[in-house]
Every structure is written in C-alpha cells, then in structure tokens.
C-alpha cells in the first residue's frame, strides 16, 4: 500500500488546490505556503529523491520544469519565480516524492537557507 500524500493526491484519493495537471505531472498550492505563489510541482511518477533518478527519468524533469513555467504565467509571474527541489532529510526534504516548490510573489533573499 502507497502511503505517499503525493501519489494520493495525483490519485485523486487525498484533497488538494490542482492548478495544473498534465499526463506527466501534476501542480497543486502547498498547505502550508512560504510566499504569497506557493505551488508544488511533482512528476506523476513516483520516485522518491533527486539521486533516485535514471536516465529514463530525465524527460520527465524536462516535463516538470516545463509545468514551472506554465505555473508562473498561469500566476502572473512567469517575471520572477524560484524553483527550490529538496534531496534528502539533511537538506529539507519532508516528503519522499520529487517535488518543485514554486515559490513568487515576493522578494526573495539570498542566500535562501
């Protein structure tokens, strides 16, 4: 049984904001937002981390990047986004499904961390 709150989510099977679905990849607002444009980006496919990638799996992040994109002008900021994708515990990560947050809205500093 898959417990991932991603996969139940692309399933239809656990509520969420969609804003943007494709047969690769799905988008939808975070629960809990860290700028007024919050929205994460996540492949159908289920795989965990960034390291847990194959070659077959690039075309795949192609798609997502491309979700990005048409997220930031659905949002009227396509101008000025930031595309964060955590890898691990150590570095953030908290759900174990690739995930881009979207994050606009704002200013964003730098360094982020």
């Known amino acids: ?23 690769q990849v799905v988008a939808f607002h975070d629960i809990h937002p860290k700028a007024p444009v919050h929205i994460l980006i996540v492949p ?4 965990p981390r960034i390291a847990d990638l194959e070659p077959e799996d690039h075309g ?18 396509g101008d000025g ?3 964060v994708v955590n890898n ?3 570095a953030g990560q908290s759900v ?13 500093g730098w360094p982020p961390g």
């Open 96 to 108: 174990f499904h690739i995930h881009f947050h979207l994050l606009a809205g704002r200013c964003l």
């Open 81 to 83: 986004f930031r595309l």
């Open 1 to 23: 049984m898959n417990t991932c709150i991603f996969c139940k989510i692309i399933e239809g099977k656990a509520p969420a904001k969609i804003v943007y679905e494709s047969d």
């Open 88 to 90: 691990g515990a150590i």
């Open 60 to 77: 795949i992040m192609g798609e997502v990047i491309g979700a990005a994109k048409a997220v930031a002008e659905q949002f009227g900021v």
């Open 44 to 47: 159908r496919k289920h795989i």
